[in-house]
């Protein structure tokens, strides 16, 4: 569904324009205020899902949350601290991201499946690994940048590229969340990512992992998504309708993706004993069948016909894809 002339709404408010399918949390994580948006409720033997935007856009992964919210219960977490106008929650790099996260991932009551975006993809990536324990599996969304495109040249080509497959408002929704950013703070985000090697850190998940992206994505190649499933103990590589922002294109999809990698952790848990899977530490994750398939189905139905407890603390102050790396 397409998110068009969508504005900021008052501080606390659910974004103008935005279904009220989610509330605002406030965490402490590194000494810092962690923001959140949490829809869904947690259900017995379905572990939550922990969402983690590109480059900080957390408007690019709303409408994923609130499908995902359909089948159990979804984070958002907005990190570094772009998604709203008080200060960041860290500093803007994969290594702060990570590590923040894992910090948060740590407190957890239960394993949950963790997503990441793009740059998103990458922290996520580096925080399963810090924290096994945290997370039952591990999906990694147009994750970036493969070796032989760590250059400003290439990544300035494979934008360009990729710009071409991409909604013509993908930008206009990303632009509030990049101009709290910075330009500045995009930069150093991008130059950590560009710095970062996930190929170094992969074969050291324990977790199913499934590595996604857009069919139109220069920045997250087939040959780089597929290596990257390889090199996983336990990895799955898939391709899907859209470019890089497939998540926001395409939330529905994106959350049976979502439901798909809860499936295969209560698999995993069940051929392990002792390792719990959500709540009640069961087998049973949604299927293509259950809640999340029907989620999925009812969200690209309005995409068509619109285009042709952990418990946190009180909640907090804080209102509320491009083809650039996120």
Do not use: N
Request: glycine residues 12%; aromatic residues 4%.
């Amino acid at each position: 569904m397409a998110l068009r002339g969508r504005r900021t709404g008052p501080a606390g408010a659910v974004p103008a324009g935005w279904s009220p399918g989610h509330r605002v949390a406030w965490y402490a994580a590194s000494e810092r205020p962690l923001r959140a948006l949490v829809a869904g409720r947690r259900r017995p033997g379905t572990p939550p899902v922990v969402l983690v935007p590109g480059l900080g856009c957390v408007r690019s992964m709303v409408e994923a949350l609130h499908a995902t919210g359909a089948w159990t219960r979804g984070t958002l977490l907005d990190l570094p601290g772009a998604g709203h106008d008080g200060p960041d929650a860290c500093a803007p790099t994969v290594a702060a991201v990570a590590d923040t996260l894992a910090t948060w991932l740590a407190q957890r009551s239960a394993p949950v499946v963790l997503a990441g975006h793009s740059t998103g993809a990458q922290a996520a990536l580096r925080a399963a690994v810090a924290v096994p324990a945290a997370v039952a599996a591990l999906v990694l969304a147009g994750p970036t940048f493969a070796p032989r495109d760590r250059r400003p040249d290439r990544l300035v080509r494979d934008v360009l590229r990729t710009a071409w497959h991409e909604p013509k408002s993908s930008l206009l929704m990303a632009l509030p969340d990049y101009r709290r950013a910075g330009v500045r703070g995009l930069a150093r985000y991008v130059l950590s990512g560009l710095r970062d090697r996930p190929e170094e850190f992969i074969g050291r998940v324990d977790c199913p992992v499934l590595v996604a992206r857009g069919r139109h994505d220069r920045l997250a190649p087939t040959g780089w998504i597929r290596a990257l499933a390889q090199a996983a103990p336990d990895g799955h590589a898939v391709t899907v309708p859209g470019a890089h922002a497939f998540p926001w294109e395409h939330p529905g999809r994106f959350a049976q993706l979502l439901a798909d990698a809860a499936a295969r952790a209560a698999q995993a848990g069940a051929r392990r004993p002792g390792v719990p899977v959500g709540d009640a530490g069961g087998a049973r994750a949604p299927g293509r069948g259950g809640d999340a398939g029907r989620a999925a189905e009812h969200l690209h139905a309005r995409q068509e016909a619109s285009r042709d407890r952990d418990a946190p603390t009180s909640g907090g102050p804080g209102p509320g894809g491009s083809a650039a790396p996120g």
